[in-house]
């Protein structure tokens, strides 16, 4: 007997091995592993062996017919936690989830495509109202915070936008924080001060010999809210700025596209990442472009404050203060029992951008711009000789993916109403790229979790596993002491290389790329710099 | 392109003569740095080149293994030959030790990169090894900030600093002409090992066609490693320059110094031997002189950039570098 390509691997031939059993054997061994894993976690925190109990148990039940035995034994379980929250300390909040998973998961198959992302979204949308009211999580600790969703959407937005680069057109960009860093210093540029310069009050007086406080010289303003008065500067609306943005970072990326696109991919590859590298140090030296003494970026002292996001009185009176004036001056309306926040309009704005970018991202993936990207992924000469033109559809990849990352950029500047030079490392570019791997290139449900999953890790869910690996696991009476925030990119690696050995695909990957990295896509460069131009 | 290209290096070339002319003990002083940082970064690019010669993968963990080669050099330094200025000749014998040593040491490791990471991945798209290489080059700089601290860890400073000659106000030391005198016959020895052995005619014939190597008898897959193997020492190599001419490491530097050495390895002809080598001066030489000459210079703020600026600018106008580059597909 030969062996087929499947055969090759211990992993494969583990997973034949496995596949010939009878289905019942495989039910026995599986769950005699969950409860032999449970039994032991048991001795390390009994919350995780609970954890462990419970996800198997879902796991198992969605195997059954949905009545009456689904139904019934998933009301089994509420209702034995409802009785246990009742007489002891199991947290409320824990039987309601457990009832809207299982809800969710009785959705009938044909619905499921349009009512589960609904169902997701109306849980994130009301995230600020419950998520203080929420259980401990078994090992990852509390459930994040506001601010850090706020942070988490921003990156999934820039996940998707990457998506349209690395998992549709198949282009590996390694300089994505370019575009994030564009985004950030357009929001910085034209929302604050920046730009004020100084002049003296009396006429015709240079600064030098000015005897009075000296004052901004140029002042412009546009739409936008929270502006000191006597502040000089550029100050924009912030909205227009979004769309400016992402316009400028668009227009940035063409510029990029443009020379290099025709390079082979690893080639690609390497020139963003000069990209990358070079526009963080021309963020850092620009506060004295080589001793002009012109201040484009104020250095590695960054631009803050910028001005807050907001709607200004005449739209927040007509709309009965629904939508804020202010978002840092917001807000006194108490809904539901919770008292409604800043940071809370900030995350509901960053939704709304989400939405739309996993809208127009969705809209894009059929569209004959974005079929015409999949066949240049799969294969680039075959598309060629199809008439689709190569450069000027990677560069409208290119174009878009950088429109996203600019929008979400300049969107998480008026958060944190400032940019540094140091928040553009290479690291980002290659935390975002761990995003699209991780969740599966290509599809975006994929991006949407992989980008959650990995920016709350960044932001929360490294500290807080941090302490409970330093409190829980100990040989003896020795605890370690890891600092597990300073390893983060080590982290982000080992899920880099784990994931591409053992599913190069991603862990919700699309169908097709799925394919593509099983079948081995020869994608031989035949498109280099000697043919460029060909198809003009 | 060729009369911008022209005018381009003709406005380098007078602005390197308006600082001869102001400041000439600078000039041949910063140049010297320049070579000695020249041969550090051609033995790194040599390892790109070989890489990318076999396999067409930019090696990402390629700069961290040259990183990781600094490292074992001052740990086998103080602990296994108790290395110390003022030990004599002696310091010859033990230099020569350290130096076989963490050759040994980084090409074992880096073959077992290539084992581990890079060979089951061979028939993979090729974007996916490019991806896993950036995520082992993590991990070793992680594994280095475990292992040595987030700091610079100081190796024993050993190499004489007196005069091997002088000229006027102009001084040449001792510790940049080792390093120099180190990397020449390392490159001879690998330039006879590719050429002029077995091994060598192997590791030519799979760079240029893995299938038909394969039916000629030559095992693929020990060819690659030997590769790997070759390259990794090459990059130890230079981490004991590096770490005995600079004396201090850190776990971070690896990725920088390995973008210029690729960079390097770019500009000199990627596949292309005498071209990573040359390259390797060159970027030395230019990082050098941006970095040292008074008269209109960018200073240190702008090398990486520049750095980067070349790399695109060569990429964009001339892919194939400046000596031609050698890979299966570009002949």
């Not at chain 1, 063409?254 to 020379?259: A, F, K, N, R, S």
């Not at chain 1, 996203?404 to 570019?429: C, E, L, R, W």
């Not at chain 2, 002088?166 to 390392?186: E, S």
């Amino acid at each position: 007997m030969t062996t087929a390509p499947h055969d090759v691997g211990i992993r494969n031939q583990l997973r034949r091995n496995w596949r010939s059993r009878p289905a019942s054997t495989r039910n026995a061994i599986a769950m005699g592993i969950v409860v032999a894993v449970a039994v032991l976690l048991f001795f390390v925190d009994h919350s995780l062996a609970y954890a462990v109990l419970l996800g198997g148990a879902v796991y198992e039940l969605a195997k059954l017919p949905l009545w009456p035995h689904r139904i019934a034994i998933m009301g089994a379980i509420v209702g034995f936690l409802a009785i246990l929250a009742l007489v002891s300390s199991t947290p409320w909040s824990l039987v309601l989830l457990l009832g809207a998973l299982f809800a969710v998961s009785s959705i009938p198959l044909p619905s499921r495509s349009w009512a589960l992302p609904l169902a997701t979204l109306v849980a994130a949308v009301m995230y600020p109202f419950y998520y203080t009211h929420l259980f401990t999580l078994p090992v990852f600790g509390a459930w994040p915070d506001v601010p850090t969703g706020v942070y988490m959407l921003v990156f999934m937005m820039m996940a998707v936008g990457l998506n349209i680069v690395v998992g549709y057109a198949g282009l590996l960009d390694l300089g994505y924080v370019a575009f994030y860093a564009t985004g950030a210093y357009t929001t910085a540029w034209f929302a604050s001060a920046q730009f004020a310069g100084q002049k003296c009050p009396t006429k015709g007086v240079s600064t030098d010999n000015c005897s009075q406080a000296l004052v901004p010289s140029h002042t412009f303003k546009l739409g936008s809210v929270g502006v000191l008065p006597g502040t000089g500067g550029l100050h924009i609306s912030i909205w227009l700025l979004l769309a400016l943005a992402g316009i400028i970072t668009a227009f940035f990326g063409i510029m990029i596209g443009l020379p290099t696109l025709r390079l082979r991919g690893d080639y690609l590859a390497i020139v963003t990442l000069g990209f990358g590298e070079i526009l963080p140090q021309i963020a850092r030296n620009g506060d004295n472009f080589f001793g002009t003494g012109f201040n484009l970026t104020n250095g590695p002292n960054g631009i803050t404050p910028l001005d807050p996001p907001g709607f200004g009185n005449r739209i927040s009176d007509l709309t009965g203060g629904v939508l804020p004036s202010n978002y840092l001056q917001c807000c006194n309306a108490n809904v539901l029992g919770h008292q409604v926040t800043s940071s809370d309009v900030f995350y509901w704005t960053a939704i709304l951008l989400l939405v739309f970018t996993v809208f127009c991202s969705f809209r894009l993936q059929y569209s004959r711009l974005g079929r015409a990207w999949i066949a240049i992924r799969e294969d680039e000469t075959a598309a060629a000789a199809m008439g689709v033109p190569l450069m000027r559809t990677k560069t409208w990849s290119y174009a878009s993916g950088a429109f996203f990352g600019g929008v979400a950029g300049a969107f998480y500047a008026a958060f944190k109403s400032n940019t540094f030079p140091g928040d553009f490392y290479f690291n980002i570019s290659v935390f975002i790229l761990c995003m699209v791997i991780l969740g599966g290139m290509g599809n975006i449900w994929g991006v949407l979790v992989g980008a959650a999953f990995l920016s709350y890790l960044n932001v929360f869910g490294l500290g807080t596993t941090g302490q409970w690996i330093n409190t829980h696991i100990h040989i003896g009476s020795h605890h370690p002491n890891i600092d597990a925030q300073l390893y983060q990119a080590g982290i982000y690696g080992v899920i880099i290389v784990v994931v591409m050995l053992f599913r190069p695909e991603g862990l919700l990957p699309s169908r097709r790329r799925a394919a593509e990295f099983h079948e081995g896509v020869h994608d031989a460069p035949l498109y280099d710099t000697e043919h460029a131009g060909a198809e003009a | 392109v060729g009369v911008l290209g022209i005018i381009f290096v003709l406005v380098i070339v007078l602005w390197l003569g308006v600082n001869l002319v102001k400041t000439p003990s600078d000039f041949f002083e910063v140049t010297a740095i320049g070579i000695t940082n020249g041969s550090v970064y051609a033995l790194v690019a040599l390892g790109y080149t070989l890489v990318y010669g076999i396999l067409e993968l930019i090696n990402f963990a390629h700069g961290d293994v040259f990183m990781l080669g600094g490292m074992f050099t001052i740990t086998y330094a103080n602990h296994f030959f108790g290395l110390h200025s003022g030990q004599g000749a002696l310091i010859v014998l033990w230099v020569f030790c350290t130096l076989v040593l963490v050759m040994l040491t980084c090409g074992a490791l880096n073959a077992m990169i290539e084992f581990v990471a890079y060979r089951p991945l061979r028939n993979a798209p090729r974007l996916a090894p490019l991806i896993t290489a950036i995520g082992v080059s993590f991990i070793i700089e992680n594994v280095a900030l475990a292992v040595w601290g987030p700091e610079y860890v100081i190796a024993p400073d050993v190499l004489p600093r007196s005069d091997v000659f002088r000229i006027g106000t102009f001084d040449y030391q001792w510790n940049k002409l080792i390093a120099v005198i180190i990397t020449v016959p390392v490159l001879l020895a690998l330039v006879y090992l590719v050429q002029h052995t077995r091994q060598g005619k192997a590791m030519r014939a799979t760079a240029q066609d893995k299938d038909a190597s394969a039916m000629m008898g030559i095992n693929v897959n020990r060819t690659i490693s030997f590769t790997f193997l070759i390259a990794g020492s090459l990059a130890g190599a230079a981490g004991v320059i590096y770490a005995l001419y600079f004396t201090s490491v850190k776990f971070d530097q690896g990725f920088q110094i390995g973008l210029i050495a690729f960079t390097a390895a770019v500009f000199g002809g990627i596949g292309n031997l005498p071209g990573a080598v040359l390259g390797g001066v060159l970027i030395g030489l230019l990082q050098g002189w941006n970095e040292g000459l008074n008269w209109h210079s960018p200073g240190s703020d702008w090398t990486q950039s520049i750095v980067f600026g070349i790399l695109i600018l060569i990429l964009v106008f001339r892919p194939s570098g400046l000596l031609g580059e050698q890979t299966p597909e570009g002949g």
